[in-house]
C-alpha cells in the first residue's frame, strides 16, 4: 500500500456489506447544507447508483453563495434559500425550516455541512430522524474548526462520524465512523480534504443504518 493509500484508508464501524434496505419505499430526504454540498452529491450518487433506496425531496440551504444549490439544480433537486439572518431568533427560523420539509414531504433530515446550531422546534419535529456528519471521531473535537483541534492535540489518528443529532451538539448515537491517519506533515486543509472523502463514504451507508434501526 502507497503512503497516499494508506493515509486514505479508513476503519468504518460497523462494517455495512451494502446500503440495501429492508423496506420497498425510498426514503424522502430533505437535506440542509451551507457551503460546498460535497455531501449533498455523496449522497445523490449513492441514490443515482442504485446504492440507497432513497430520493431527496428538497435541499434547504442557508448561505445565498452556497455551492450546494448549484449541485441540486445540476440534480433536479428543488433548492429552497432560507437565509437565517432574515430571522430574529433560532426557533422562529427552525420553524420555517419545519414548514418546509414538511411541505416537501420530508421524512428524514440530513445535515450534511449545516453550520447552524438546532433548536427543540426541528429536533421534536423529526424525532430520532435528524443525522449528521462531523468532522472527527466523536466524542473527540466536537463544535466548530475539529480538525484544527485534532492538529493542535497531536492525535496520530482522527476521522469522521455519522450520528442521530440531538440537542447537545455533535452529540448523539453513533451510526457509522472512520478514521483517518494524521500525517506528519498535515494542514488543516489536506487533512479535512481526506477526511471529506470518508465524509462521503459513511454517510449514506448511517442514512440506511438509521432506517433499518427504526
Not at 437535506?31 to 431527496?56: D, W
Not at 425531496?57 to 442557508?62: E, M, P
Not at 475539529?146 to 492525535?155: K, Y
Not at 469522521?160 to 486543509?189: F, R, Y
Amino acid at each position: 500500500m502507497s503512503e497516499i493509500d494508506a493515509a486514505s484508508a479508513s476503519l468504518i464501524v460497523p462494517q455495512i456489506p451494502s446500503y440495501e434496505m429492508k423496506s420497498s419505499n425510498p426514503l424522502k430526504l430533505g437535506i440542509m447544507a451551507s457551503g460546498n454540498g460535497s455531501n449533498f452529491e455523496a449522497i445523490a450518487q449513492a441514490i443515482a447508483a442504485g446504492q440507497l433506496n432513497a430520493q431527496i425531496q428538497v435541499l434547504i440551504y442557508n448561505n445565498p453563495g452556497a455551492k450546494a444549490a448549484m449541485r441540486a439544480a445540476n440534480r433536479g433537486v428543488e433548492a429552497v434559500l432560507l437565509n437565517h439572518r432574515d430571522y430574529k431568533s433560532r426557533e422562529k427560523f427552525d420553524h420555517q425550516i419545519v414548514e418546509k420539509l414538511r411541505q416537501y414531504d420530508v421524512e428524514w433530515v440530513i445535515l450534511a455541512g449545516w453550520m447552524r446550531l438546532l433548536t427543540k422546534v426541528l429536533m421534536d419535529a423529526f424525532t430520532d430522524k435528524v443525522i449528521n456528519v462531523h468532522p472527527s471521531l466523536l466524542p473527540s473535537f466536537k463544535g466548530i474548526h475539529a480538525v484544527e483541534q485534532a492538529l493542535a492535540a497531536g492525535v496520530k489518528i482522527t476521522g469522521c462520524t455519522a450520528h442521530l443529532a440531538c440537542l447537545e451538539v455533535d452529540s448523539g448515537p453513533i451510526l457509522v465512523q472512520a478514521a483517518v491517519p494524521v500525517l506528519p506533515d498535515d494542514t488543516a486543509e489536506t487533512l479535512h480534504a481526506r477526511i471529506q472523502i470518508q465524509e462521503h463514504r459513511i454517510l449514506p451507508q448511517a442514512i440506511a443504518l438509521a432506517a433499518q434501526r427504526r
